[in-house]
């Protein structure tokens, strides 16, 4: 059983910066991909940013050239740093992580940010 847990949300205000931690229980180098998803009311989880099959990464074209995901295997944690936020960020913001394709995701329990003035 792989526990993901999650830190660093918060309120910002529009144009502020904030970065996201996500610290995994076991060696995140076994995952084939790990990342972060978000989701707000009423819309289905959608993908922010992640690693897959190594040091390849996949952003969702909205926060192209804002958020930053990156990760410290020795501490097992993966971050986002999310500069230049917008109030449609606003959303809670989940990690996850597949050792393949072919297998169950985990997630971490969810971490708020709201963006607003």
């Known amino acids: 059983q792989v526990q993901l847990v999650e830190s660093g949300g918060g309120l910002v205000q529009p144009g502020g910066s904030l970065t996201l931690s996500c610290t995994a229980s076991?060696?995140?180098?076994?995952?084939?991909?790990m990342g972060w998803y978000r989701q707000t009311p009423g819309k289905q989880r959608e993908l922010v940013a992640r690693?897959?099959?190594?040091?390849?990464?996949i952003s969702a074209d909205s926060v192209k050239g804002r958020f930053t995901i990156s990760r410290d295997n020795a501490k097992n944690t993966v971050y986002l740093q999310m500069n230049s936020l917008r109030p449609e960020d606003t959303a809670v913001y989940y990690c996850?992580?597949?050792?393949?394709?072919?297998?169950?995701?985990?997630w971490g329990q969810g971490t708020q940010v709201t963006v607003s003035s």
């Open positions: 690693f897959i099959h190594g040091d390849d990464t």
């Open positions: 996850y992580a597949q050792f393949s394709l072919r297998t169950i995701a985990y």
């Open positions: 076991s060696s995140i180098f076994s995952f084939y991909t």
